[in-house]
Nanobody, 118 residues
Framework: QVQLVESGGGLVQAGGSLRLSCAAS???????????MGWYRQVPGKQRELVAVITGGGTTNIADSLKGRFTISRDNAKNTVYLQMNSLKPEDTAVYYC?????????WGQGTQVTVSS
């Protein structure tokens, strides 16, 4: 029932910026507005890691190594969560996944590829 669609990924040079979007659908806006949403990323051969999360109340947490470069935000009117990525580095290359926690389970998008070239 719940669907998450990521967009905004692509190829960018080191030092550049990208903004990822995750649009949620299949439920009422009110359920998303009170749900924690977040971004994870995964590199081939590596474990999926948490990038950032934002609660329904607006509290944010960003991985320590990404603080100062990445920012998470949400627009509840659009049922959308964003990930602003600045000063990108080649090591940021990964598939980025959006997630939402509703009741007692997590829902995931299909991911969007971010590739940072030197």
């Amino acid at each position: 029932q719940v669907q998450l669609v990521e967009s905004g990924g692509g190829l960018v040079q080191a030092g550049g910026s990208l903004r990822l979007s995750c649009a949620a659908s299949g439920s009422s806006g009110s359920i998303f507005s009170i749900s924690t949403m977040g971004w994870y990323r995964q590199v081939p051969g590596k474990q999926r890691e948490l990038v950032a999360v934002i609660t329904g109340g607006g509290t944010t947490n960003i991985a320590d190594s990404l603080k100062g470069r990445f920012t998470i935000s949400r627009d509840n009117a659009k049922n959308t969560v964003y990930l602003q990525m600045n000063s990108l580095k080649p090591e940021d290359t990964a598939v980025y996944y959006c997630t939402v926690h509703i009741i007692n389970r997590d829902y995931w998008g299909q991911g969007t590829q971010v590739t940072v070239s030197s």
